[in-house]
């Protein structure tokens, strides 16, 4: 797509529940970044994909955090048994591959913003 | 570890005035320092990159930003600013091979432009 792609746009839960976002990166960018946005702070990093493969999971705050990427594009953040400090904005975003010309220039999608209650 | 910082939470000025939002690097190594602008409802958005060479680069919107190696700041620049420049500006910073995939970004400084 012409854009960065994060569904849904805002998500409202209940503490203990299960949330999936889903990022949809522009086409052709092998990279693939999740973040984390707390208000009032800068984005902080969360996981990194090239092509399939969770290349750094290292920024995932726990073990409730996972995500894929089973075809290389699509990505799917999963949060398990949600908290109330789970409560942020989760951005996507996407890139060209490690050492392309322009790799470190991150396209960000709007991001999903999770409430939880 | 490689990190940025925004001194000012808040810049306020008027429109056709000069713009100026700050950021200091603390770094190992030679800095790779960005900047990306985001707007209401909207994702980040890239503004430009110093890698290496001149120290005045120059960006998108009449954006630029000066890196001076001996005060670790990057700070970016508008001559004219614009009210639809008001938005929130972060400095980010990239980590060092081979996790060089990696960017830490400031706080963010909220700018707002007054007509």
């Known amino acids: 797509g012409a854009g960065v792609s994060q569904t849904p746009s805002n998500k409202v839960t209940e503490k203990g529940k299960y949330v999936e976002l889903r990022c949809d990166p522009i086409s052709g960018h092998t990279a693939l970044y999740w973040y984390r946005q707390s208000l009032g702070q800068g984005p902080e990093f969360l996981i990194y994909f090239q092509g399939t493969g969770a290349a750094d999971d290292s920024g995932l705050p726990n073990d409730r955090f996972f995500a894929v990427r089973p075809e290389g594009s699509v990505s799917t953040l999963k949060i398990q048994r949600t908290e109330r400090g789970d409560s942020a904005v989760y951005l996507c975003a996407s890139s060209l591959g490690q050492g392309a010309p322009g790799a470190n220039v991150l396209t960000f999608g709007a991001g999903s913003r999770l409430t939880v209650l | 570890a490689q990190s940025v910082a925004q001194p000012e939470d808040q810049v306020n000025v008027a429109e056709g005035n000069p713009l100026t939002v700050k950021c200091t690097y603390s770094v190992s190594g030679n800095p790779y320092l960005f900047w990306y602008v985001q707007y209401p409802n909207r994702g980040l958005q890239f503004l430009l990159k110093?890698?290496?060479?001149?120290?005045l680069v120059k960006g998108s919107y009449g954006f630029e930003a000066e890196f001076n190696k001996s005060q670790t700041s990057f700070h970016l620049k508008k001559p004219s600013a614009l009210v639809s420049d008001s938005a929130l500006y972060f400095c980010?910073?990239?980590?060092?091979?081979?996790?060089?995939?990696?960017?830490?970004f400031g706080a963010g400084t909220t700018v707002t432009v007054r007509a």
């Open positions: 110093y890698i290496t060479g001149d120290n």
């Open positions: 980010a910073v990239r980590d060092i091979p081979p996790n060089d995939y990696k960017l830490s």
